[in-house]
């Protein structure tokens, strides 16, 4: 995109019906290939007010809005931080993405308060997250008639981000920043096609079954690596996001 959106994201989330104790941007963006047509994802957590918690219908735990404004299209998915911190505790690496997403569109001490915990939520375990994500992206990929580039990246990016993941113990969702460590020369190509538009974005046949013998080394990569991974086995975490959520639960009450 050639106009800075910097602006119109902010107007988006300074339109959020709450208050957000983050919102940062994910998807093709965060991923280090967006085409110039591509929506901005804002993901995020939000913060019910007290009164509305309380009782026994709890309403707006999630927030959703798309559509499109000054030529822009967008799609913003927030959850309000009790939801949104039970993920956290679970083998769920999308959240991890948006907490450690570097485009920040909005962000608070307590954003800087829940990554410090969410990097003790890591575990071993959310290797299985990225094995089942990038299994039900190759699904989606072998059902294309022509074949296109982009889900194939989405593979791609998503094994290698659960293979760093096991490795470093750190959230790297960006392809490009990926590969410098992976070295696979394919990447750099298929994202060069994806971005050079709609004429190159399919794949000819006789790169399926390299493509296949890929997805298969990197799948049996990544289950290696959970299993000499050094993480723990439980996330440590429980106690300090229970504390985050009563206190920035009880500063709007």
Known sequence: MNRDVTPWLEQQVRRHPYPLLF???SGAHLYGFPSPDSDYDLRGAHLLPLRDVVGLVVR???VEKSGVEEGLEIDLVTHDIRKYFGLVL????????????P???HTSPAHDELRAIAATCVTRHHAHHYVGFAQTQWKLFQKEDPPRVKPLLYVYRVLLTGIHLMQTGQIEANLVHLNERAKLPYIDDLIARKLAGPEKSTLPAAELDFHAAEYARLIAALESAAGESKLPEAPAGREALNDLLVRVRLSLS
Request: no cysteine; aromatic share 10%.
């Open 103 to 105: 485009l920040v569109v």
């Open 60 to 62: 707006d735990e999630t």
């Open 90 to 101: 679970q083998r769920n690496g999308y959240v991890l993405e948006q907490i450690f997403s």
């Open 23 to 25: 919102a940062t941007i």
